[in-house]
Structures are given as C-alpha cells and as structure tokens.
T-cell receptor, first 113, second 111 residues
Framework: DGGITQSPKYLFRKEGQNVTLSCEQN?????MYWYRQDPGQGLRLIYY???????QKGDIAEGYSVSREKKESFPLTVTSAQKNPTAFYLC????????????FGPGTRLTVL | GENVEQHPSTLSVQEGDSAVIKCTYS??????FPWYKQELGKGPQLIID?????GEKKDQRIAVTLNKTAKHFSLHITETQPEDSAVYFC??????????FGAGTRLFVKA
C-alpha cells in the first residue's frame, strides 16, 4: 500500500521536553510538509522540504526543527522553545510533477501537560 | 502576502439540499486550486481540484468553479448526504511546492 504515515497518533509530553513526530512516505514524493492545525482553524505551514537535505521555514517555524536525511522521512521536533505546542500536527507529501496535490497523513495529536 | 479567504466558516443544510463554499485568493500567480475534505481526527483528503486554464470541473455531486479575473473559486455539493458532513478546505497554489489553505468550512448535513 502506498501512502504517508505518521506516528504516534496521540502523544503526551511534559512542559519543557522536546518531542519528535515521525512522518514516512512511500510515494516517492520529493516534497514534504509539516502543518499545525488548531481547533476551528486552518492549516498553518511549519516547515517544508523540496528535496533531500534541504528544507525551508514556513509561516510558524519558531520553536520547531526538522531534518530531511532520507527522501522517505521528514521528522518534526517540537522543542521547549515552542510556547504553545498542544495541537494537531499534519504531515503531507507531494510529487514534483505538474500537479501540486498534497497527500496528507492521519495526523498526530500532541498534548503538552 | 499570499492569502486565501474562505466563507462561510460554518454551514448547515438539510439532506438533499445543495451546499456552496466560496473562496478568494490574493496571489494572481496561483494556478492550482484544490479542495480537501477532513473528517474528525483524520488528515485532509483531496476531493476535487481545478487548474487556472479551466473554468469549471464536475465530479458526480461535486463541482468547482473558478473566476480568475475576480480571484474567486467555489465548491458546490448537490444532493447532500449525512456523510458529506466534514470540514472542507479550499487552497491556492501560487508556485510549485507551496499551497495556501483557507481557514475551513464546517459542513453539517441534517438528516
């Protein structure tokens, strides 16, 4: 089955701890994205990567970090510098072809206690 | 900067009625306009998309229209069913890898 997976589905952390969210895709897509979704709001772009070993900040990158060492993987670290990390995090991927369709993972709900 | 506005934020219709969601975008370079449906606790799924060289596209009960001059595009769902209840997002893509999303419309279809 081709697709994009995120783990875990639910994550609880204590305030002040760093936490890493996993995102893996087997669609052979070049581009990968991380979005944050708060209740009743749209998707805000955290980071995106167009190619391996390269990534750019999105609109709300402060307090987050990413890496793109492999084409299939784009993990997101939520650091202690993120002031309000409790949210639903969505990972997506897209091909570099003419269509810009993004394929989303099932999301990770992070709750910081 | 780039912006996509979406209205209404909440829409309630009776089963069998039509639902219309409207979006406007700011970047005239946008050339790809997807619509996503998000069910509770899941990631968004593409339901229909349209490119800037097309004015209208239809897929069964779903249609999308695009007015590039006015920078408007709309989603039309006919003969709504309870399973259409979800959050719908419009989006505009001004260049290759970046997509700007609207704030979403929560659609309720009452049986």
């Amino acid at each position: 089955d081709g697709g994009i997976t995120q783990s875990p589905k639910y994550l609880f952390r204590k305030e002040g701890q760093n936490v890493t969210l996993s995102c893996e895709q087997n669609l052979n897509h070049d581009a990968m994205y991380w979005y944050r979704q708060d209740p009743g709001q749209g998707l805000r772009l955290i980071y995106y990567s167009q190619i391996v070993n390269d990534f750019q900040k999105g609109d709300i990158a402060e307090g987050y970090s990413v890496s793109r060492e492999k084409k299939e993987s784009f993990p997101l670290t939520v650091t202690s510098a993120q002031k309000n990390p409790t949210a639903f995090y969505l990972c997506a991927s897209a091909s570099s072809g003419s269509t810009n369709e993004q394929f989303f993972g099932p999301g990770t709900r992070l709750t910081v206690l | 900067g780039e912006n996509v506005e979406q209205h209404p934020s909440t829409l309630s219709v009776q089963e069998g009625d039509s639902a219309v969601i409207k979006c406007t975008y700011s970047d005239s370079a946008s050339n790809y306009f997807p619509w996503y449906k998000q069910e509770l606790g899941k990631g968004p799924q593409l339901i229909i998309d349209i490119r800037s060289n097309v004015g209208e596209k239809k897929d069964q009960r779903i249609a999308v229209t695009l007015n590039k001059t006015a920078k408007h595009f709309s989603l039309h769902i006919t003969e709504t069913q309870p399973e259409d209840s979800a959050v719908y997002f419009c989006a505009a893509s001004p260049w290759g890898f970046k997509t700007i999303f609207g704030a979403g419309t929560r659609l309720f279809v009452k049986a």
